[in-house]
């Protein structure tokens, strides 16, 4: 199948989540800090999605059951990274710092 066929068969999916994900509410932490997997903004990524992964068995009606990458499938997640790891509520705690700390936006 070429890229344009592809886009074609894909379209409908890429909308429905782009509403799903468009209705989610979010949080913006302005954590202020370089990257990197041992920065702050790095523990909170990592630990965030490690509690909010299904993994190994998300929700039954998950849309990345399709997925070519076994960790989307399986995590209920559209992510690869941090899905199968364990997560330290202390991080929570950090989280909680840079909350306090970003402006409303």
Known sequence: M???DVKRAEAKLEVHVSRYIGAMPFL??????????????GV?????IALLSGYPEPPANWLGSHSDRDRVRRSGLWNNEY?????NPS???????WIEKTEPA
């Open 44 to 48: 909170i990524e990592r630990h965030a």
């Open 83 to 87: 899905v199968d790891e364990s997560w």
């Open 28 to 41: 913006w932490l302005n954590v202020g800090d370089a990257p990197g997997r041992d920065s702050e903004r």
């Open 2 to 4: 070429n890229r344009a």
């Open 91 to 97: 991080f929570l705690d950090l989280m909680e710092k």
